[in-house]
């Protein structure tokens, strides 16, 4: 990968037919995924639920890259070969997390901003060396009464571009994902509303702090009702409204859009993505980078057992090919 730029990888990223494996679970949150399986969180058991997924037969042909976390990108597969040496000789490019989380914004009840930035010139260069070609960084927004705050907005969307252009620094791939989060009530107006502000707000950061937009990619939520809302919007009102939402606030020269599913259930996810590439064509790319909807299969087949391997991948590539096809706009529910 070393011979391709960002431009290069950025469109890699985003090539037809794939997407992007968020692979990233912080620790805790591989743990909660692992106790829902009833297996125990060791890095042992880290290590091999995650071989599982880069190693199954034919991944590099739905998966253009894959976000590790740190944990992850230090590792070696059972066979002794670093986890970004398995990924690079099925053409597919590693990544890493570099935020350090949400945690309480100051003077600001109930709203969260990302932290990471200190010493990230440092971790980037060393990412870097370990063969990581992109990153990744979340800021959390969400919606309830009287928040998000513009402030909440401003602080994480600074956080992101500050984020962004130490990655390009860096030579590597920033992928700035602001996620409006879909826990709440609120009807789907609302949601599109918030992410047109967020989305005007971080171009507008990003813009000040010198990131090249043809470097980089967005990650961003899908404009949907609140997963407790009544009303909840139909398939085809999700597409139009995120898309005419994007239209208005992402800049053409960015390469791709790699939606996030965010709490969708895996039909859900690949179901918005593929009536949104069923539509006219947009000047950037329309894809995925999902953690949960690519994954969910795989995890309640494996149930932490060696035996269970071969299931557990047939059910991820099953999975993949699902949302490849969507990503083409050429899914339907039959090939479930």
Same mark, same amino acid.
């Given at each position: 990968?070393?011979?391709?730029?960002? *431009?290069?990888?950025?469109?890699?990223?985003?090539?037809?037919?794939?997407?992007?494996?968020?692979?990233?679970? &912080?620790?805790?949150?591989?743990?909660?995924?692992?106790?829902?399986?009833?297996?125990?969180?060791? *890095?042992?058991?880290?290590?091999?639920?995650?071989?599982?997924?880069?190693?199954?037969?034919?991944?590099?042909?739905?998966?253009?890259?894959?976000?590790?976390?740190?944990?992850?990108?230090?590792?070696?597969?059972?066979?002794?070969?670093?986890?970004?040496?398995?990924?690079?000789?099925?053409?597919?490019?590693?990544?890493?997390?570099?935020?350090?989380? =949400?945690?309480?914004?100051?003077?600001?009840?109930?709203?969260?901003?990302? *932290?990471?930035?200190?010493?990230?010139?440092?971790?980037?260069?060393?990412?870097?060396?370990?063969?990581?070609?992109?990153?990744?960084?979340? =800021?959390?927004?969400?919606?309830?009464?009287?928040?998000?705050?513009?402030?909440?907005?401003?602080?994480?969307?600074?956080?992101? =571009?500050?984020?962004?252009?130490?990655?390009?620094?860096?030579?590597?791939?920033?992928?700035?994902?602001?996620?409006?989060?879909?826990?709440?009530?609120?009807?789907?107006?609302?949601?599109?509303?918030?992410?047109?502000?967020?989305?005007?707000?971080?171009?507008?950061?990003?813009?000040?702090?010198?990131?090249?937009?043809?470097?980089?990619?967005?990650?961003?939520?899908?404009?949907? &009702?609140?997963?407790?809302?009544?009303?909840?919007?139909?398939?085809?009102?999700?597409?139009?409204?995120?898309?005419?939402?994007?239209?208005?606030?992402?800049?053409?020269?960015?390469?791709?859009?790699?939606?996030?599913?965010?709490?969708?259930?895996?039909?859900?996810?690949?179901?918005?993505?593929?009536?949104?590439?069923?539509?006219?064509?947009?000047?950037?790319?329309?894809?995925?980078?999902?953690?949960?909807?690519?994954?969910?299969?795989?995890?309640?087949?494996?149930?932490?057992?060696?035996?269970?391997?071969?299931?557990?991948?047939?059910?991820?590539?099953?999975?993949?090919?699902?949302?490849?096809?969507?990503?083409?706009? *050429?899914?339907?529910?039959?090939?479930?």
């Amino acid at each position: 990968m070393d011979e391709m730029d960002m *431009e290069d990888i950025a469109k890699a990223l985003v090539a037809p037919s794939k997407g992007i494996l968020a692979a990233d679970e &912080s620790t805790g949150t591989i743990k909660k995924r692992l106790d829902s399986i009833n297996t125990a969180s060791t *890095e042992d058991s880290r290590r091999d639920y995650r071989e599982l997924l880069f190693t199954a037969d034919g991944v590099g042909d739905y998966i253009s890259g894959v976000i590790l976390y740190d944990e992850t990108l230090r590792q070696k597969a059972s066979d002794g070969r670093p986890f970004t040496e398995v990924l690079n000789d099925r053409g597919i490019i590693p990544g890493i997390k570099v935020d350090m989380g =949400a945690k309480p914004l100051a003077f600001s009840e109930g709203e969260l901003v990302t *932290e990471g930035l200190d010493g990230l010139r440092e971790r980037l260069a060393e990412y870097y060396t370990l063969g990581a070609r992109f990153a990744k960084w979340r =800021a959390v927004i969400s919606i309830s009464d009287g928040a998000p705050s513009q402030y909440c907005i401003d602080t994480n969307a600074h956080a992101l =571009a500050r984020y962004a252009a130490l990655c390009q620094e860096a030579n590597i791939v920033p992928i700035v994902e602001p996620e409006v989060l879909m826990d709440g009530n609120h009807n789907i107006d609302e949601c599109y509303a918030v992410t047109e502000t967020m989305l005007k707000t971080v171009f507008d950061e990003l813009y000040k702090q010198r990131v090249v937009l043809e470097q980089m990619l967005l990650k961003p939520n899908m404009v949907v &009702s609140g997963d407790t809302c009544p009303i909840q919007a139909e398939v085809e009102e999700v597409a139009v409204k995120t898309l005419y939402c994007f239209g208005q606030t992402v800049p053409a020269a960015v390469p791709g859009i790699v939606f996030l599913s965010g709490g969708q259930s895996e039909m859900q996810a690949t179901t918005h993505l593929n009536a949104m590439n069923m539509m006219d064509k947009f000047p950037w790319e329309i894809s995925y980078s999902f953690g949960r909807a690519l994954q969910a299969s795989a995890l309640s087949v494996w149930q932490g057992k060696p035996e269970n391997v071969a299931d557990a991948q047939k059910a991820f590539l099953h999975r993949a090919k699902l949302t490849s096809a969507a990503r083409d706009g *050429e899914y339907n529910s039959d090939m479930e």
